[in-house]
């Protein structure tokens, strides 16, 4: 069946680097959703793409969906103590109702 | 603002036990989701329903049936308790099929034991 694997699993980071996630599908997607979870808190939408090669940005995040619409990328510029939580990607393949999440990567910022 | 309620934020339950969880959603949405989160492994869809009395399986539907006789409203409910059903329950709904965002509620982390 579909899957959808995020790398890394964890990332520690100095506040002020970058820092970015990856997502790969095994299958093609017709969109591709971001959520965050703080630590104690439920999954927030972040974003969706839709267009292959498609980037849109909000503020300091960054986020991409390949050319093939099989992986997608969120990168955080200058990373701040507020970006500490867990990064999941969400995909969906035409005709169904289903997202399938990735596995997260949680972001720790040292201050 | 969309609000997704649990009934409950920790649950603590014996092995065999039937337990329901409840998921409520005050914006007509028409699809809601129950996920299971285990760490290292995310998300896992259990059940999704796109309308009322309407239910479909998602990746990990052993052990679990749902529930929705009303739009607002969507139970989760494990037949007979097991250990390894020990996780945090995430339930979600969203207006509609045609790409939009989920909301989630608050999270029930059960414990079996």
């Known amino acids: 069946g579909q899957q959808v694997m995020q790398i890394p699993q964890y990332q520690h980071v100095q506040e002020g680097e970058d820092f970015t996630t990856y997502c790969n599908s095994s299958?093609?997607?017709?969109?591709i959703q971001w959520y965050k979870q703080r630590p104690g808190g439920h999954p927030v939408f972040l974003i969706q793409?839709?267009?292959?090669?498609e980037v849109k940005k909000q503020k300091r995040l960054t986020f991409q969906f390949g050319e093939a619409k099989k992986n997608s990328s969120l990168h955080i510029t200058a990373t701040q103590t507020t970006d500490v939580g867990t990064y999941f990607c969400?995909?969906?393949?035409?005709?169904?109702?289903?997202?399938?999440f990735g596995t997260g990567t949680r972001l720790k910022v040292l201050a | 603002d969309v609000k997704v309620t649990q009934s409950s934020r920790y649950l603590v339950k014996r092995t065999g036990e039937k337990v329901f969880l409840e998921c409520v959603q005050d914006?007509?949405?028409?699809?809601m989701f129950w996920y299971r989160q285990d760490p290292g492994l995310g998300l896992r869809l259990i059940y999704f329903?796109?309308?009322?009395?309407?239910?479909e399986k998602g990746d990990i539907p052993e052990g679990y049936s749902v529930s929705r006789e009303k739009k607002e409203r969507f139970s989760l409910i494990l037949e007979s308790a097991s250990t390894n059903q020990t996780s945090m329950y995430l339930c979600?709904?969203?207006?509609?099929?045609?790409?939009?965002?989920?909301?989630f509620g608050q999270g029930t982390r059960l414990t079996v034991v």
């Open positions: 299958t093609t997607l017709s969109n």
């Open positions: 329903s796109y309308d009322v009395k309407m239910k």
């Open positions: 979600a709904s969203e207006v509609t099929r045609v790409n939009t965002e989920a909301f």
């Open positions: 914006m007509d949405h028409e699809n």
């Open positions: 969400a995909g969906t393949s035409s005709g169904t109702y289903k997202y399938i």
């Open positions: 793409l839709v267009k292959s090669g």
